[in-house]
């Protein structure tokens, strides 16, 4: 049998075949949430994520949502991924060949193949992934201790090698770590039984809350400042910005748009808070994002993320600025995601009602 990347070369050619196969085999549809299963070990743990879900039913057209088929051993033999920012299009197709001891996986889009995954088994467990996509390929070989996943040897191409090792204790996975070169990683550490999330929220509240006046008076500003904004992308991974807009410079923004007037993105001046990535807060990350896993639509994880740097902000509202900045007398500080979709929502619980009243009065909200 040619190679995995000589047959990449060929999948271009073998699509309509492999589907045609592959659907043949289907027995029942099902549903489910993203990302659905993968075969290889540990590929959820490493990355913080959860399968997908089941659905009862297809969800509307404006999200994402996969079809798998499966045949008679249960096993997934198709994947639909049909795209809620097309509508409900689908865009993506996967095609599984399980053989006896090797599992091929052919994954395509409207415009053609983009990787090819071939899983060799022995004993029933999974010893090896070969894979080749448009970009680059890459090999995981795989090792177990009492028949579970131990040692995870990856190299990709471009990359440097890296190793992952897993403990495991009678309840399930324990810790897992990625080391590369003489770098080592925590991807996912089981939190101890007493851990208590909204403690640790809490404490990295009070955390923030005593770090950002600080970070803030180390900034290079020469003119009264308006607002202080707590700018991030992703809540759950409580990593946060702060920028700050003069009085002038917020008079130029809300000229162009109202909006613009809370644009930390459109700020001069700003830095960044860095937590320790240890202890506490890499708990508080890790738990957010498998939170939000359990159901990507709802974000409950993000939700616990985005309350917390508002509740930051409404703190800091109450801070005496005058030892630490020029401030105007209306400055506000409050947490903004980047793209400003949370703005609204935030301001409500950043500001006091008063606060919030003016602005709405001067036309910047």
């Given at each position: 049998?040619?190679?995995?990347?000589?047959?990449?070369?060929?999948?271009?050619?073998?699509?309509?075949?492999?589907?045609?196969?592959?659907t043949a085999l289907?027995?029942?549809?099902?549903?489910?949430?993203?990302?659905?299963?993968?075969?290889?070990?540990?590929?959820?743990?490493?990355?913080?994520?959860?399968?997908?879900?089941?659905?009862?039913?297809?969800?509307?057209?404006?999200?994402?949502?996969?079809?798998?088929?499966?045949?008679?051993?249960?096993?997934?033999?198709?994947?639909?991924?049909?795209?809620?920012?097309?509508?409900?299009?689908?865009?993506?197709?996967?095609?599984?060949?399980?053989?006896?001891?090797?599992?091929?996986?052919?994954?395509?889009?409207?415009?053609?193949?983009?990787?090819?995954?071939?899983?060799?088994?022995?004993?029933?467990?999974?010893?090896?992934?070969?894979?080749?996509?448009?970009?680059?390929?890459?090999?995981?070989?795989?090792?177990?201790?009492?028949?579970?996943?131990?040692?995870?040897?990856?190299?990709?191409?471009?990359?440097?090698?890296?190793?992952?090792?897993?403990?495991?204790?009678?309840?399930?996975?324990?810790?897992?770590?990625?080391?590369?070169?003489?770098?080592?990683?925590?991807?996912?550490?089981?939190?101890?039984?007493n851990f208590d999330?909204?403690?640790?929220?809490?404490?990295?509240?009070?955390?923030?809350?005593?770090?950002?006046?600080?970070?803030?008076?180390?900034?290079?500003?020469?003119?009264?400042?308006?607002?202080?904004a707590l700018s991030?992308?992703?809540?759950?991974?409580?990593?946060?910005?702060?920028?700050?807009?003069?009085?002038?410079?917020?008079?130029?923004?809300?000229?162009?748009?109202?909006?613009?007037?809370?644009?930390?993105?459109?700020?001069?001046?700003?830095?960044?808070?860095?937590?320790?990535?240890?202890?506490?807060?890499?708990?508080?990350?890790?738990?957010?994002?498998?939170?939000?896993?359990?159901?990507?639509?709802?974000?409950?994880?993000?939700?616990?993320?985005?309350?917390?740097?508002?509740?930051?902000?409404?703190?800091?509202?109450?801070?005496?600025?005058?030892?630490?900045?020029?401030?105007?007398?209306?400055?506000?500080?409050?947490?903004?995601?980047?793209?400003?979709?949370?703005?609204?929502?935030?301001?409500?619980?950043?500001?006091?009602?008063?606060?919030?009243?003016?602005?709405?009065?001067?036309?910047?909200?």
């Open positions: 049998m040619p190679d995995p990347a000589a047959r990449f070369a060929q999948l271009g050619d073998e699509y309509e075949s492999r589907k045609r196969s592959a289907v027995e029942s549809w099902d549903w489910y949430t993203w990302p659905g299963p993968d075969l290889r070990p540990l590929r959820f743990e490493r990355d913080l994520l959860k399968p997908g879900r089941r659905l009862d039913a297809r969800p509307p057209d404006n999200r994402d949502v996969l079809q798998i088929g499966f045949d008679a051993r249960r096993r997934p033999t198709v994947i639909e991924e049909y795209s809620g920012f097309l509508h409900g299009k689908l865009h993506h197709e996967t095609f599984f060949r399980h053989g006896d001891d090797i599992v091929e996986v052919a994954h395509f889009a409207t415009d053609g193949p983009i990787y090819l995954h071939e899983y060799r088994f022995e004993d029933g467990l999974m010893r090896s992934a070969t894979m080749v996509a448009r970009r680059g390929s890459g090999r995981e070989s795989y090792a177990y201790t009492d028949g579970r996943i131990s040692r995870v040897e990856v190299e990709h191409s471009g990359g440097p090698p890296a190793v992952l090792a897993a403990e495991h204790d009678d309840r399930g996975l324990l810790r897992l770590v990625q080391t590369t070169g003489n770098e080592s990683r925590v991807l996912y550490t089981r939190p101890p039984a999330l909204d403690a640790a929220c809490r404490a990295i509240e009070d955390l923030l809350v005593a770090l950002i006046p600080d970070a803030a008076a180390r900034l290079d500003v020469d003119d009264r400042i308006a607002c202080l991030y992308a992703r809540p759950t991974q409580l990593s946060i910005g702060i920028s700050v807009a003069t009085e002038a410079e917020r008079a130029d923004l809300s000229a162009i748009d109202a909006q613009a007037a809370w644009a930390p993105e459109d700020f001069e001046t700003n830095t960044d808070i860095d937590l320790d990535d240890t202890g506490p807060s890499r708990l508080v990350r890790q738990e957010l994002a498998l939170i939000d896993a359990d159901d990507y639509d709802v974000a409950a994880g993000s939700e616990i993320g985005r309350r917390l740097f508002c509740a930051v902000a409404a703190r800091l509202n109450l801070h005496d600025w005058s030892a630490t900045l020029p401030v105007t007398d209306d400055f506000v500080v409050y947490a903004v995601d980047l793209e400003l979709v949370d703005l609204e929502r935030n301001l409500t619980s950043c500001l006091p009602p008063d606060r919030l009243a003016q602005f709405h009065e001067r036309g910047l909200l």
